[in-house]
């Protein structure tokens, strides 16, 4: 064997950690005391107080005491005289001197005698590999360790020591080194490392401590699992296509090696593949015992189910399949991992990613769905069944999250992580109200290996709660899981993902008759390129959207395809001589080359079907498109659309003439302190602009012209000899000085403006009397693909609100509500049986096809 080389001199590792705040610090270099994982920082005991006081509102920090590093690790020249002032870790060990020294300390001592100097020196790293083949650490009675002069003691390397001792060893001697594993990582000295310090003196003494934390009474305890069990393996439960491998109860238990009086509880894992389920299970419930295989090749070491029984704890687990793994098919298997889901007591959700994928969020609001929906009940019913009793509440889901370069998930404002977690599935609408409990743990593991005491040990406490499910017999288990896979078998189909996502870039709009998709590009021009679902894609006939449209069978055998619609009447008739013809005949079908060439009561009786002169083609329904395509009953509106066109013109070319006969008379029977109409042109109070459309209203009281937002109020005016009746006033008037309107004089009587006044009612009465049964004939006479008046409160273009100001006008085409900006268009719309020009909106006039 080659000799170890001498060590060079290098610079020493200090164990002390000062302070890296320095706000109140008592002294220069102060030393740290705690370290707060929300400020990043080691900070002393002053400092931690005067940041973490309710002065800065930071006493929910996450806060932990920096534990003083382990005697051994430190450098023991205090046994031949010389202190260590700094505290250094040992990093030479001396095989003359038999202790370790940092390296000041080695050359002080070595260095004031000469026969010193021939001392040999070794690192400690190499020393400790060589003392673990001469060491084998004592089993216990109870056959705990168990560890071969072959197996490694722990793995060494020049600066950084991984330590691998069973837990309770580990936190009895080594979980400072840990600790200050973490410490060197922030402090100044960022050469630090973690020490190699296990001479002989040392391994004895963490043989013996091993020894004792394996005799403990505390480790048999259920808190803390910490036996190898030899003989527990485990064994396939279900493999990947569903199918039990076991044949009865019986052969469950003996594989299980349970006894069938036993209470257990069931704890399933599931996760993404390679995030280390398996590895977990080992390390929680058997020690590290590698009762679920583990592989450090590609391929997944779990496929299907595994089950195995920790029978110091009383509890089933089981090892899943992970997600995203190469799968024949992933829905077959996503099935599989929902009904073990459904079977547990408490589930884990295991995922070493640095931030929460989506994927967790989405598999297990799937899984709450899938319990609520139909595990629930069919659980409840194989209960019946068999006789065993089922809780009728769900699992505890606890989401196990390690990190290693992000911090995991915490609270915030005196807030849980659980309800941070809970806030999270909520905000991005995913249900897991089917769990009776929502938990969280999460642990950021900087140096391996991963401490598992604080999930084992919160894991537990969940297991001993009897009061959200309690202990059952392991035939529970068996029979509800092989009841929910006898229900929810058989084929499932395979989705293959295409290559290349064409959802990604076509048009998302689906047909209301037959949800076929249009394969036009996302966001196209609808006015100049509708929607098109293909020509190889057939829709289905729905009567109540009348996607059906004909064309004259004459026409078509000579190559041309002219459609046609029922209509009222021919394109040739008038308004009235067309309504006349439609009581007597019926509705026409007129094709543009043939002329009419059906009426549908032509004669008494022996009338022909349409079907002998027309061809039918069943057309696709596209939202914000034409719903009914065969046309419409018209008669009655355009009677009501040639009154108001007639109407609309003698009042349009006589407006301005009357209004200003009506106010030239107004003015000669208006009171004396009336101002004139000629000489009002805006709103007195408002300053609102009149126009030929908007009414001047004097105030019977000062006499000004309004509008009459601002002249809406009523009071008496006897002072200007209006009586005792309310009349009309400003909005000043009406809330003005009483003193000022009892020292107003009493003018001449009013009684000529009062009776311009009665007879202007008397017509106004008329005229409301006329215009309500107009109203109601126009919506009798209203088209069926008209959108109702009632229904309408704003123009379907523009989205102004409709109101005394803004009527109402419908799109021929479309039928929707628009105002008359928006519909200044006028085209023939012959698919909706209007062969000339008429009224459409802005969106129709675009169109290429009516």
């Known amino acids: 064997m080659m000799r170890p080389q001498p060590v060079k001199r290098q610079r020493c590792r200090s164990s002390r950690r000062y302070c890296e705040e320095k706000l109140c610090c008592p002294e220069l270099h102060s030393e740290a005391v705690y370290y707060c994982q929300d400020c990043k920082s080691a900070q002393c005991q002053e400092c931690e107080k005067d940041i973490h006081s309710r002065k800065f509102a930071f006493d929910f920090h996450d806060r932990r005491i920096i534990e003083p590093p382990s005697p051994i690790q430190l450098c023991q020249a205090d046994k031949v005289g010389i202190k260590c002032t700094n505290r250094n870790y040992g990093d030479v060990w001396c095989e003359n001197c038999s202790i370790s020294f940092c390296y000041d300390c080695y050359s002080e001592y070595h260095n004031t005698q000469k026969n010193r100097k021939l001392h040999t020196n070794i690192s400690l790293a190499h020393h400790e590999r060589r003392e673990r083949e001469k060491y084998v650490l004592p089993c216990s009675s109870q056959g705990v360790t168990n560890i071969k002069p072959t197996s490694p003691l722990s793995c060494f390397d020049d600066t ?35 020490p190699d310090l296990l001479g002989p003196d040392h391994v004895d003494q963490l043989a013996r401590d091993l020894s004792d934390a394996c005799l403990d009474e505390d480790i048999n305890d ?18 990947e296509t569903e199918r039990i491998q076991v044949q009865d109860e019986s052969e469950f238990f003996e594989r299980l090696g349970c006894q069938k009086e036993a209470q257990v509880k069931v704890v399933s894992i599931f996760g993404n593949t390679g995030d280390g389920k398996s590895h977990t299970l080992n390390h929680t419930f058997f020690n590290g015992q590698e009762v679920f295989k583990t592989s450090s090749c590609q391929d997944s070491c779990t496929i299907g189910v595994w089950v195995a029984f920790d029978s110091q704890n009383n509890v089933i687990v089981v090892d899943t399949e992970g997600l995203l793994g190469s799968s024949d098919n992933d829905n077959r298997r996503t099935r599989l991992l929902l009904k073990v889901l459904a079977t547990s007591d408490v589930v884990v959700f295991r995922t070493r990613a640095e931030r929460l994928h989506g994927d967790m969020f989405v598999f297990l609001s799937n899984a709450s769905k899938a ?25 505890i889901l606890i989401v196990f999250q390690e ?30 109200d089917a769990f009776t409990d929502l938990c969280y743990i999460g642990t950021k593991t900087v140096t391996p290996p991963t401490d598992f005491s604080i999930f084992r040990k919160f894991l537990l406490t969940k297991l001993r709660d009897n009061s959200v499910r309690a202990a059952r017999s392991p035939a529970v288990m068996f029979q509800s899981l092989k009841a929910l896979n006898e229900k929810f078998s058989g084929e499932i189909e395979t989705i293959q993902l295409n290559t290349f996502p064409e959802k990604y870039f076509t048009c998302t709009a689906l047909c209301i008759s037959c949800r076929s998709k249009c394969t036009r590009t996302m966001n196209h021009d609808t006015e100049r390129e509708p929607h098109d679902a293909g020509r190889d894609v057939q829709c289905q006939f729905h009567n109540q959207l009348g996607n059906r449209v004909s064309f004259c069978k004459k026409c078509a055998m000579n190559g041309r395809k002219n459609y046609v619609v029922p209509k009222t009447s021919a394109s040739a008739d008038s308004s009235w001589i067309a309504l006349t013809r439609y009581v007597w005949s019926g509705y026409v079908l007129e094709c543009t080359t043939c002329g009419v060439i059906y009426r549908s009561r032509e004669h008494w009786f022996g009338n022909q079907e349409p079907e002998s002169v027309v061809q039918f083609e069943v057309r696709h329904v596209w939202p914000q498109g034409n719903r009914e395509l065969q046309g419409t009953h018209n008669a009655g509106r355009k009677v009501l659309d040639s009154l108001h066109y007639m109407a609309d013109t003698i009042g349009s070319l006589s407006a301005g003439p009357t209004k200003v006969l009506a106010e030239w008379t107004a003015d000669r029977i208006a009171p004396a302190y009336w101002i ?20 001047k209203h004097h105030c019977r009281a000062c006499g000004h012209g309004f509008c009459d937002e601002c002249s809406s109020k009523k009071k008496p005016v006897p002072e200007r000899g209006w009586g005792q009746d309310p009349v009309r006033v400003c909005d000043e008037c ?34 409301s009397a006329l215009d309500y049964p107009l109203g109601v004939l126009k919506d009798s006479a209203r088209p069926a693909y008209w959108v109702p008046d009632d229904q309408i409160s704003s123009c379907v273009i523009c989205e102004k609100e409709f109101g005394p100001k803004l009527a109402i006008h419908h799109c021929r085409s479309c039928g929707q509500g ?18 000339y020009p008429v009224r459409v909106c802005s969106r129709c006039e675009k169109k290429e096809e009516l």
């Open 160 to 194: 950084l020591t991984y330590y691998s001792f069973p837990q309770a060893a580990q936190a009895a001697v080594l979980e400072p080194v840990g600790e200050m594993s973490f410490s060197s990582a922030h402090s100044d000295n960022s050469n630090q490392s973690m």
């Open 222 to 239: 259920e808190s803390s699992p910490r036996r190898l069990v030899p003989g527990v393996c485990s064994f396939l439960l279900m493999n």
């Open 371 to 395: 319990y609520k929906k139909h595990f629930s009940q069919e659980l409840h019913a194989a209960s019946q069944r068999f006789r065993i009793k089922e809780s009728n509440l769900g699992p």
């Open 403 to 432: 990190t290693t370069h992000t911090e995991p998930l915490r609270g915030e404002k005196n807030r849980r992580a659980d309800a941070v977690l809970r806030d999270l599935f909520a905000k991005k609408n995913y249900p897991v």
């Open 676 to 695: 004139p109409n000629f000489q009002i042109t805006h709103c007195r109070n408002c300053e609102l602009v009149f126009t030929t459309n908007e009414q």
């Open 734 to 767: 009406f809330a003005g000085n009483l003193a000022e309107q009892e020292t107003r004089p009493v003018e001449e009587p009013v009684t000529a403006r009062k009776v311009g006044e009665v007879v202007s009612s008397t017509f106004g009465v008329l005229a």
């Open 818 to 835: 628009v105002c008359d900006e928006c519909s200044q268009g006028r085209r023939a719309v012959p698919m909706r049986g209007w062969d």
